[in-house]
């Protein structure tokens, strides 16, 4: 079992659409979760982290948190189509590694 | 600005050729790291350094050396580069524990070894 699994997609949702996009971790002692954004050919970026139970709002993003079944969410609200891209589910463990999922491809058609 | 930089930005090599892959940070940050990103492995950490003389290895350290003899500069070595050392690089930073920090990225350094 991969530490941190997300669906490779590509996810395809119209514009003005919700995005959900998922994230499952294996250790029960993670701490912090992070969502990064990487375009193609680029650097990865920071969207948001969490590492309260909960949802965490900014702007069109939320993160939800279920530390009790072990994944990770992100919500995009009014997808717009500057928002296709990778993201990236990162996971900091024990010795304050961060490990990443493989990452979903969003489309967002106009 | 706040920055890592990365040099080269691409690199062709042959087998056995040392290479040295630099990253420099100008904000001052103790935590710094090396991950290679292949498609449908994802990011995996090389090395990481905590701070100043301080480095230890991550998921994949086979092939790489690293150093940190000074605060902004962590640069990665490739002693003896094998083709299935090709792959993307990426350098980043965060203030401290990363835990609840951002890590910020260098622009990447795209590696081929034929």
């Known amino acids: 079992q991969k530490e941190v699994e997300q669906n490779s997609g590509p996810l395809s949702v119209p514009e003005g659409a919700i995005a959900s996009l998922n994230c499952t971790y294996s250790d029960r002692g993670s701490q912090s979760f992070f969502w990064y954004r990487q375009y193609s050919g680029k650097s990865p970026e920071l969207i948001m982290f969490i590492y309260s139970n909960g949802d965490k709002e900014d702007g069109r993003f939320t993160a939800q948190l279920n530390k009790a079944s072990q994944y990770v969410s992100l919500l995009i609200r009014d997808s717009q189509p500057s928002d296709s891209a990778t993201y990236l589910c990162?996971?900091?463990?024990?010795?304050?590694?961060?490990?990443f999922g493989t990452g979903t491809r969003l489309l967002v058609s106009p | 600005e706040a920055q890592v930089t990365q040099n080269p930005r691409y690199l062709i090599t042959v087998t056995g050729k040392k290479l040295t892959v630099t990253c420099s940070q100008n904000?001052?940050?103790?935590?710094m790291s090396w991950y290679r990103q292949d498609p449908g492995l994802g990011l995996r950490q090389i090395y990481y350094?905590?701070?100043?003389?301080?480095?230890d290895k991550g998921d994949v350290p086979e092939g790489y050396k690293v150093s940190r003899k000074e605060k902004r500069n962590f640069p990665l070595i490739l002693e003896s580069p094998s083709p299935n050392q090709t792959s993307l690089y990426f350098c980043?930073?965060?203030?401290?524990?990363?835990?609840?920090?951002?890590?910020?990225f260098g622009p990447g350094t795209r590696l081929t070894v034929l």
């Open positions: 990162a996971v900091i463990g024990g010795f304050q590694k961060l490990v």
């Open positions: 904000m001052n940050h103790e935590y």
């Open positions: 350094s905590m701070n100043v003389e301080v480095t």
């Open positions: 980043a930073s965060s203030s401290r524990d990363p835990t609840y920090n951002e890590q910020f």
